[in-house]
């Protein structure tokens, strides 16, 4: 690993930490996404900083941000964009929707239909948007935010397993502590603190990050290990839909970036616990309970497979 690499993404994760104050994990969580040119899902109550982090991020990078409130009238066009006709001419054109960014924050993302939903698989899984038979690629760096209050039922329309298989990660940000709160408080007396940021990484300076986190080595012993987990989930009699070969390979170029952010060229399986219940977790169906009621089950079950399958040496 390039030392001035990782001085590049310590200095953004202290960027966007000073705007998300006391949550070092989540930050390093959400870098890490970023990092492995995956997608990041945040679950949590609202005003919590879902948005604050998704700002902070995309002005430390200094790239172009949307942010798209997804509502029930949401169409597909509205996200992807749409052929015009012009008179003129008698040709269609081509006409981008806000998918064309480098950090899109769908917010509120299960408050739109799931046909809605289904518009940003194609972006997220292969860079590209394909209308009225054209392909256009996106950008890169390509990054989906996407939120979501799970404690909110009336309105809402889940996402869809493949539309969760997407997201790298599942994260919660979590409350912050009395003392942590005084000091946002103390930070937001004169505005918000992100307003304030100077970027850290510039655009193509990420993407050049982002190809040499996947040279990050990894032993076969670590292979192995997250492929026994895996499996495990695919017997395991609470869980009706396990991990799929593409949630594995997700879960190995997470732990490249988590890695990566930790200052390392390799892989320890303390790493695998570490991202085990973010990347899995949302990727399993624990059979016979609601869906709603199925998230923490789903993550208890990823801790205890961890407890009964041997660590690698």
């Not at 991020?57 to 992807?80: G, V």
């Not at 539309?163 to 940000?173: A, P, T």
């Not at 300076?205 to 989930?233: C, F, G, P, W």
Request: hydrophobic residues 40%; charged residues 20%.
């Amino acid at each position: 690993m390039e030392n001035h690499s990782h001085a590049a993404i310590e200095k953004l994760i202290s960027n966007i930490s000073q705007v998300l104050l006391g949550k070092d994990k989540t930050v390093r969580l959400a870098v890490t996404a970023l990092l492995a040119q995956g997608h990041l899902l945040i679950e949590d109550a609202p005003g919590v900083g879902k948005t604050s982090l998704a700002k902070a991020l995309a002005m430390s990078l200094n790239c172009e941000y949307t942010r798209l409130q997804f509502t029930p009238d949401l169409l597909p066009s509205d996200i992807l964009g749409t052929s015009v006709f012009l008179p003129g001419s008698g040709d269609f054109e081509f006409r981008r929707g806000p998918v064309f960014t480098n950090v899109l924050l769908a917010d509120e993302i299960n408050r739109t239909t799931p046909r809605t939903q289904s518009a940003l698989l194609e972006a997220m899984s292969e860079f590209q948007v394909s209308v009225d038979a054209k392909t256009y690629p996106l950008e890169r760096p390509f990054f989906v935010l996407a939120t979501q209050n799970p404690h909110e039922f009336e309105g809402t329309y889940p996402l869809p397993e493949n539309q969760l298989d997407r997201f790298m990660l599942r994260i919660e940000i979590g409350y912050p502590t009395m003392e942590v709160e005084k000091e946002v408080l103390r930070t937001h007396r004169l505005g918000e603190p992100v307003s304030q940021l100077q970027a850290a990484l510039d655009p193509a300076e990420l993407v050049r990050i982002q190809d040499e986190v996947r040279n990050v080595k990894m032993d076969d012993s670590i292979h192995e290990y997250i492929l026994q987990i895996a499996h495990a989930t695919r017997d395991h009699a609470e869980l009706s839909l396990g991990i799929s070969t593409r949630g594995v390979i997700t879960m190995m170029h997470a732990l490249q970036a988590f890695a990566f952010v930790s200052g390392r060229d390799y892989v320890t399986p303390d790493d695998v616990k570490a991202l085990a219940v973010p990347v899995f977790a949302h990727r399993v169906v624990v059979g016979g309970i609601l869906r709603e009621s199925s998230r923490d089950r789903a993550a208890g079950i990823i801790e205890n497979l961890l407890t009964t399958i041997a660590v690698p040496v």
